[in-house]
């Protein structure tokens, strides 16, 4: 049995111990010896993840899983993509974002290179990355059996146009949801190329997940900023980083509460990604007032109004539009 099997084995002990079914064999020792040991808070008992993984998780907040999606996979969301670049398809709902470098551009381009699309819960083939069961198998030890799709992403990182912009600022991604528990919430993101420094690979501090949601705002860049790119204003910048170097169909799965960010883009070619958030089924939405979270809410409103003249529409809303379900019963969200 491996070193993590062990403290596995040592955990449900504990557990086991602090229920009322006190196990009559256990020594006054062993039960001082465990006494400090942490519950498992982050993962669940349904053999979704092996004992490495689950330790690996409940201590770093992400797990990294080599080659998850085909190459074959990986090329049809690709060309799905490039059909939306070309305007050759389109879908209810679906974001489709420029850099704010070439937004906010007074020089007209022969190509409006697109940075990213967001929900694409309406394109059957995009979706399709959502559904895929090697990734809710996964998705299950974070969110137990109901699962909800709530955000949906591909990202294509423009080559840095010489301001900084295809930065992604250090941010926790449980800024912009209005739903809880926290835990019951996990992202999955998937290379759809090999990412590393140069094209911007993700930037995670590991173990930020146990720490709380911390303020969000508009990071005081001089070259600008992308529209909703909050970061976190104090982080503790001696904090170890890690870089996330990723090839093609490694998948990484995250909890929403783990500081992360992504570098500048430094090459010629646009570097891609795809994503989920997945959350249980039976988390319920809060309302944000009076917390750290007011000002996404608001900035969220003023763009269902503005841009859908939808001004009735809340927060909480937005949410339960685009949430779709994967597996199980749609009971809450
Ligand atoms: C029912 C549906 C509701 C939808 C609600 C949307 C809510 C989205 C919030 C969800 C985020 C969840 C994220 C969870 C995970 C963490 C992250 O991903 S963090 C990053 C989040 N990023 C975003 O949410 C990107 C959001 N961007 C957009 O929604 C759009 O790009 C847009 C800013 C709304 C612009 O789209 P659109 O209106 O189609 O664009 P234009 O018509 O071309 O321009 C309008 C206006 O906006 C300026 N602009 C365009 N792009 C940018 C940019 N990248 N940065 C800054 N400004 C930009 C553009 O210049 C125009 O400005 P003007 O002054 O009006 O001329
Ligand atoms: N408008 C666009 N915005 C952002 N990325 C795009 C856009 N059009 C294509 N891409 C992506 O940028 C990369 C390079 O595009 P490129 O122009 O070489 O190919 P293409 O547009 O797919 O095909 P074509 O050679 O017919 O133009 C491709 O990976 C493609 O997915
Ligand atoms: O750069 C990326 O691909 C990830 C950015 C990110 O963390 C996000 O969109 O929430
Ligand atoms: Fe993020
Ligand atoms: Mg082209």
């Not at 490039?82 to 937004?103: N, Q, T, W």
């Not at 911390?214 to 204003?233: F, L, T």
């Not at 960010?261 to 891609?272: A, D, L, V």
Request: aromatic content about 10%; overall charge neutral.
């Amino acid at each position: 049995m491996s070193r993590a099997a062990d403290r596995l084995a040592m955990i449900f002990n504990h557990l086991d111990r602090s229920t009322v079914h006190v196990a009559a064999s256990s020594t006054s020792t062993q039960v001082a010896s465990y006494d400090h040991t942490p519950a498992l808070r982050y993962t669940l008992d349904n053999d979704a993840l092996s004992p490495d993984q689950r330790l690996s998780y409940e201590e770093n907040g992400f797990i990294l899983i080599k080659n998850l999606v085909s190459e074959e996979d990986i090329d049809k969301f690709r060309s799905a993509f490039e059909r939306i670049c070309k305007g050759e398809a389109r879908f209810p709902g679906l974001v489709v974002m420029r850099d704010v470098a070439i937004a906010k551009s007074e020089f007209v381009l022969d190509q409006q290179a697109i940075s990213k699309l967001q929900d694409f819960q309406e394109d059957p083939e995009l979706f399709r990355y959502c559904c895929l069961p090697q990734i809710l198998k996964h998705v299950q030890a974070f969110t137990g059996p109901n699962i909800m799709a709530m955000h949906t992403m591909l990202i294509n990182k423009p080559p840095d146009a010489g301001k900084k912009t295809s930065r992604h600022p250090m941010h926790q991604d449980l800024h912009y949801f209005p739903f809880r528990p926290v835990d019951r919430i996990v992202c999955a993101w998937t290379a759809m190329e090999r990412v590393d420094r140069r094209n911007g690979c993700l930037v995670v501090l590991p173990g930020t997940h146990r720490g709380s949601l911390k303020e969000h705002d508009y990071p005081e860049w001089e070259g600008g900023v992308n529209k909703m790119y909050h970061g976190i204003r104090d982080y503790n910048p001696d904090h170890p980083r890690m870089h996330l170097e990723m090839e093609k169909g490694d998948t990484v799965l995250f909890h929403p509460l783990l500081i992360h960010g992504s570098g500048m883009n430094q090459t010629q070619g646009f570097r891609k990604a795809i994503s989920c958030h997945y959350a249980n089924a039976d988390c319920y939405y809060i309302d944000v007032k009076g917390t750290t979270q007011e000002n996404i809410d608001k900035e969220v409103k003023e763009i269902t109004t503005k841009k859908y003249g939808m001004d009735a529409v809340t927060f909480q809303d937005t949410w339960a539009f685009r949430g779709r379900l994967v597996q199980g019963e749609r009971t809450s969200l």
